[in-house]
């Protein structure tokens, strides 16, 4: 929801980023590498119970995640780069996940649930961009939901940073991945028939 209704808001910054980063002579595919390397960092700030680092290479991570995508559209996005994107956005949720379940295992029931969730919420999302003739800004028809990344990395924060209520915090983020996945699963009715 964020992402799609709040995205004019900060992509001007985004685009200086993504001008300069281009002006360095740094690629789309590059900027989603280091993303990658800096999102997986989370989950092993988790488990080194070091809640401020792992938010802010999360977040940093997130940001360089959409400098990336205006980045491949200023210059020839690439089908190898929208795997990687978005591959490599699956790995660093898992990475946030894995970090909570070994660092609370009390919780790992709870963060099993949220990774099937996310599975599920993925599977449709994909299987509708690939099946849809819908045309996108991005490389693919992208369906908007009640949680898009940014909702997702708002839970995961809260997740990390009020981990005495974990539990709760990892269902809540069931519960709306849930209702994103009635979302788009209606959605998908209405454009797949």
């Not at 045309?135 to 997702?152: D, V």
């Not at 709760?168 to 797949?192: N, W």
């Amino acid at each position: 929801m964020l992402d799609t209704h709040a995205r004019k808001h900060v992509q001007p910054v985004v685009e200086k980023t993504a001008d300069a980063l281009l002006k360095m002579g740094f690629t789309a595919d590059s900027v989603t590498k280091i993303a990658f390397v800096i999102g997986m960092s989370s989950g092993l700030f988790i488990y080194l119970d070091q809640p401020f680092w792992a938010v802010v290479v999360l977040w940093l991570s997130g940001y360089l995640d959409v400098v990336d995508g205006t980045m491949a559209r200023k210059t020839k996005p690439s089908s190898w780069g929208t795997l990687l994107d978005i591959s490599f956005d699956r790995l660093v949720e898992i990475s946030v996940i894995l970090g909570l379940a070994f660092r609370f295992p009390e919780s790992m029931w709870a963060l099993l649930l949220l990774s099937v969730s996310i599975i599920v919420a993925m599977t449709v999302f994909l299987t509708v961009g690939a099946l849809s003739d819908k045309e996108g800004m991005k490389s693919f028809y992208y369906q908007a939901g009640l949680a898009e990344r940014t909702e997702g990395f708002i839970l995961f924060t809260l997740m990390i940073v009020f981990s005495t209520y974990l539990t709760a915090i990892t269902l809540v983020f069931c519960a709306v991945q849930l209702v994103t996945i009635c979302q788009r699963m209606a959605e998908a009715r209405r454009i797949l028939k």
